[in-house]
């Protein structure tokens, strides 16, 4: 492509964009001319430099918009919405030609009479149903012309019949409507004023630029520079602030040096140096604004309403690549405002409020970061149908919706495959949501939250940084490392200590921090990273601790780390791509002594963080955030071990997924060992013992009981799903509980409790001995399903609890009736008449009065019933707690 | 007759050579920042003029174990690869040494799969054997924490 060609693509970028959003302010303020005349320019100049540069289509185009606009300009045409909507149209065609000029070199095949004839009866005929569209010209090539020449020649009654005058011997074809002949050309040029712009002399420094200015243009002292030799200029500044910090760092050491007052003076320059470099790629955030105008205009007449836009802080400047991060998103948000903010006119007008809505966008800079707000005066956010979507959606459970404050409900409409919008239009609602808009905007480092007040309408904040390259990071330290953590994610520091205010406390392992009547839950960096050779735990047995308080998205968690040191402004290097895939980290800087640290990824520390406490449900939500919550069915991690079939195994019962070194495989008397998190882990495989691997990294499924930890090795770890199981518990092998279909392939259930024993035999033992200063508690199950027999039994007696089974509510009574004592009466919900009834039985029953009921789902998202809250069959930690927890408030009781 | 320029230098007692146009620097890697979570062959980072420079550990790659102790006297041999700059680090660098090319050899079929996968192919010298190393073969360290590590 020449340099002429892509220069003209470049320019004509430019004017479309700025024409787009003049034409939607012109549409609503006709009268203003100085609007139409700028609309006017930028078309003619369009259209000219296509006429130069022998582009036919383009030009046509060009020039048939550009006669409609003329007729607005001389007002022989009403300026009608419908007028308007055509020049847009004509300016979409020109865009499409425009796009193909720049993928292929070329116009495109093919013609554009319909719409240019459309164009030409509009300018004619006057506001028929067509519109006409405005054409680009260079005024580089074509002198300007008197538009009253214009008009005569496009004179609705002579055009059709009169073509004799319009035939131009110079151009070989009838003059188009509007055009005029050389010599009349000639002859304008003589007795008219020569054109009074020269519009497109004017360079700008980038394509996303906007075009100088609202309405007269100005010629602006500016140069293009391609973005590359800006990019290497950053780097070169970063580079030298790395090496001013370098030299402060060694003058600091010393209390007198002749190098003081220079190296003042180089510090001062630096910073001014590094500032003005960052000045050139920021970029007024309007420039990401200017589509706006055009997409609310056609929101509106899709949707039948009234929206105007304001916007305020278009100057507002920022990182250019930041900006381009933030159009889509912010795009996506006025749609939305447009679809679900404001109502249609006449419930606006139901409700006492102007029939016109109102979309304010407001741009500002706060600290270090940039506010948007999109703010609508719609109805806002209708709460209760948002929670019984969430309900549906199986976004949140329908115990946990309903304890969440409006605001809280409000956030989910940021939750993964979250959509209100009943029907699915053109403007949103394509299935991809808010999610999207958040997550993009976590990306870079930015927050967003909402405010909406019903009636009154619903605001967006959302808050990013400036700049991506040079971001404030707090150190900390880790035994002898050291780590930078974003400064945005970090909400507070937080030392504790028994004697201190802030205290960290257990439940079980997991440590959390009473932190201002909230709980926070503690993450050790530690164990993020694996780091073992620090000396001792993070938390002493005092209870002291550098706790670094962080919000990640909706996630607010405490990390726990040896040393905090203080906050830096780094510059952000990329990690190479080998170590990418270490979600932990997002780069990597260099400090004031030459040394390099890593800068975590607050996001990845904080999923790293829930796989370390959580166990492995993060794991799940991430292979399909749809999964986990259909009716029904439950959550099965499929692997292979031994053969190529799969082999299954409820994830529920899996509390992580490793993978070890296989050299770090111990052989000890009683079966292989493995050192794992302080630890020694017995190492069994699913396909018997020669299958361990010897080297590389081995998959492992760790299972966790009470103390005791055990692996189970399998040769590949293939997928979560999420099926209703359906076993058949034909087959016999040992360790197999039968087989299921599950993705359409024969799988079989691996019988965990089998490994388990065959690991450790001692596992449901030592499980008893933690367990054991409370006397054995005996527990009926009632369950009909032999599969969660198979699975829920184990467990209960591994845990420690005596277990007797029946098989369905009436055997059950049997067995009640028959005088056994029961501490705990655990079934199956899912049949809630039978469970209502059995649940009024069993608190009959003498025996039984005082057991601690609880039910259970192969749900995820039972709802309680008469047996109390419902668990998923799946979640064993959940079953385990909730009956140890039974059983303590029963003992109180008693 | 064609001849190849080589660097020198020994991972685990064993002579290694390198085309000398592959390497841009040698260096004694100081304060290499370990990078907890990678694998094993990677032995961290570290700022080489003010740039990030990644340290892979030669030994390791190999399957040699990952060095552990004695981090003092280990010497890096710089290397560029797409963009990006990476240290090997090796026990010893030796010298450069022009070679015939039509003296170096196939590798031996029974070479252990992780070296013939890096090794282009031998020389035979006086006293002892030359592996020539692909470097570009040795910093492809695949599979980078792939799978399921929860």
Wanted: aromatic share 4%.
């Amino acid at each position: 492509m020449d340099d002429l060609l892509s220069e003209f693509l470049t320019e004509t970028a430019e004017s479309l964009e700025v024409i787009d959003t003049e034409l939607v302010k012109f549409e609503s303020q006709p009268n203003d001319e100085a609007t139409l005349n700028n609309i006017f320019r930028l078309v003619h100049t369009i259209k000219g430099t296509c006429g130069f540069l022998g582009l036919p289509r383009l030009e046509a185009v060009a020039h048939a918009g550009e006669t409609l606009l003329g007729k607005f300009r001389d007002g022989a045409l009403e300026v009608t919405p419908d007028a308007v909507t055509l020049v847009l149209e004509s300016l979409d065609q020109i865009k499409e030609l425009v796009g193909h000029l720049e993928s292929t070199g070329a116009e495109p095949d093919g013609d554009d009479a319909e719409l240019i004839a459309r164009l030409e009866d509009m300018s004619i005929n006057g506001p028929a149903p067509s519109t006409p569209k405005p054409a680009p010209a260079a005024a580089v090539v074509e002198p300007e012309v008197d538009l009253a020449h214009d008009s005569d020649l496009a004179d609705a009654d002579d055009e059709p019949i009169d073509r004799g005058p319009n035939w131009d011997e110079a151009l070989g074809r009838e003059l188009r409507p509007g055009e005029v002949s050389l010599a009349d050309l000639e002859a304008a040029f003589n007795s008219v004023d020569g054109p009074a712009d020269i519009e497109n002399a004017k360079p700008a420094e980038d394509p996303d630029k906007p075009a100088g200015g609202d309405n007269v243009p100005v010629v602006n002292q500016t140069i293009r520079v391609n973005v590359d030799v800006l990019e290497d200029l950053m780097t070169m500044v970063s580079e030298l602030v790395l090496t001013r910090n370098q030299l402060l760092q060694m003058v600091r050491n010393t209390d007198e040096s002749e190098f003081k007052t220079p190296l003042q003076r180089l510090s001062n320059i630096t910073a001014e140096l590094q500032e003005g470099v960052m000045k050139t790629r920021m970029q007024p955030i309007g420039s990401a604004w200017k589509k706006l105008p055009r997409i609310v205009r056609d929101a509106s007449n899709d949707l039948g309403k009234k929206i105007n836009l304001m916007m305020d802080g278009e100057n507002t400047e920022l990182d250019r690549q930041v900006l381009d991060l933030i159009k889509d998103p912010l795009t996506h948000m006025i749609r939305n405002s447009c679809d679900h903010g404001v109502e249609t006119p006449d419930e606006r007008k139901a409700s006492g409020k102007p029939d016109a809505g109102t979309i304010n966008l407001r741009a500002y800079h706060e600290g270090g970061h940039i506010i948007i707000e999109v703010s609508d005066d719609g109805a806002g956010l209708k709460t209760e149908r948002i929670r019984q979507k969430a309900i549906e959606k199986g976004v949140v459970d329908a115990a946990e919706a309903l304890s969440m404050s409006d605001r809280e409900v409000h956030r989910l409409i940021f939750a993964p495959g979250f959509s209100t919008a009943a029907k699915v239009t053109n403007i949103s609602g394509r299935g991809v949501g808010m999610d999207v808009v958040k997550t993009n905007i976590e990306l870079i480092g930015g927050a967003i939250d909402l405010r909406a007040i019903q009636g009154e309408g619903t605001t967006f904040i959302i808050k990013i940084p400036l700049t991506l390259a040079i971001i404030s990071a707090l150190i900390v330290g880790i035994g002898e490392d050291r780590f930078a953590l974003p400064q945005l994610s970090v909400v507070e520091l937080v030392r504790t200590g028994d004697e201190r205010e802030h205290k960290v406390e257990k439940i079980n392992d997991t440590q959390v921090l009473r932190l201002r009547d909230r709980l926070l839950p503690l993450v050790a960096l530690s164990d993020v990273l694996n780091i073992t050779d620090g000396e001792g735990p993070a938390v002493d047995e005092n209870g002291n601790a550098f706790v670094v308080v962080m919000q990640v998205g909706d996630n607010r968690f405490g990390l726990v780390v040896d040393e905090v040191f203080d906050t830096e402004e780094i510059v952000v290097k990329p990690l190479t791509k080998m170590l990418q895939g270490v979600r932990e980290y997002s780069g990597a800087t260099i400090l004031g002594d030459g040394s390099v640290i890593l800068i975590l990824d607050p996001n990845g520390v904080s999923k790293a963080g829930a796989s370390v406490e959580g166990g492995v449900q993060s794991v799940a939500q991430e292979g399909d955030a749809q999964m986990t919550y259909q009716d029904d069915k439950t959550s099965l991690l499929l692997f292979r071990a031994g053969g190529m079939e799969p082999r299954a195994c409820p994830l529920g019962l899996v509390t992580r997924l490793e993978e070890l070194d296989a050299e770090s495989f111990e052989v000890s008397q009683t079966g292989t060992v493995v050192q794992y998190r302080g630890k020694l882990m017995p190492l069994v495989h699913a396909a018997g013992p020669h299958a361990l691997k010897t080297e590389g990294r081995q998959p492992i499924l760790v299972f966790n009981q009470g103390e005791s930890v055990i692996g189970v090795a399998v040769d590949e770890i293939l997928d979560i799903v999420n099926e209703r199981m359906n076993v058949e518990l034909a087959d016999a092998s040992p360790g197999v509980l039968g087989t299921a279909v599950l993705k359409g392939k024969a799988t079989q259930v691996i019988d965990v409790a089998y490994y388990l024993n065959q690991g450790d035999p001692d596992w449901a033992d030592a499980a008893n001995k933690v367990e054991g200063e409370i006397d054995t508690r005996s527990v009926l199950l009632v369950e009909t399903h032999p599969f969660f027999q198979n699975m829920l039994s184990p467990l209960l007696s591994a845990a420690g609890y005596n277990v007797s089974i029946a098989e369905d509510e009436r055997a059950a009574l049997r067995m009640i009736e028959s005088g056994a004592r029961f501490d705990a009466v655990i079934a199956d919900v899912d049949q809630s008449v039978t469970a209502a009834r059995f649940a009024e039985a069993v608190e009959r029953s003498e025996s039984t009065a005082n057991a601690a009921r609880i039910g259970v789902s192969s749900r995820q998202d039972a709802e309680p019933t008469a047996l109390g809250q419902s668990i998923p069959k799946s979640d064993r930690h959940a079953l385990l707690s909730a009956l140890d927890y039974a059983l303590k408030m029963r003992g109180h009781a008693a | 007759m064609s001849s190849t320029e080589y660097v020198t230098f020994t991972i685990g007692g064993q002579l290694f050579g390198a085309e000398v146009s592959n390497v841009h620097d040698v260096f004694a890697p100081s304060s290499i920042t370990p990078v907890p979570m990678a694998r094993p062959e990677i032995a961290g980072v570290l700022n080489l003029r003010g740039r990030i420079v990644t340290a892979i550990d030669a030994r390791a790659r190999l399957g040699l174990g990952r060095r552990d102790e004695d981090q003092s006297n280990v010497m890096a041999i710089g290397v560029e690869q797409d963009g990006e700059s990476f240290g090997l680090i090796i026990d010893q660098i030796g010298e450069v040494m022009r070679l015939e090319n039509d003296t170096l050899e196939a590798n031996p079929v029974n070479l252990d799969p992780i070296w013939a996968s890096v090794a282009k192919g031998v020389h035979r010298l006086n006293d002892k054997l030359l592996v020539v190393m692909d470097i570009g073969r040795m910093l492809a360290v695949e599979g980078l924490e792939d799978g399921l590590a929860a």
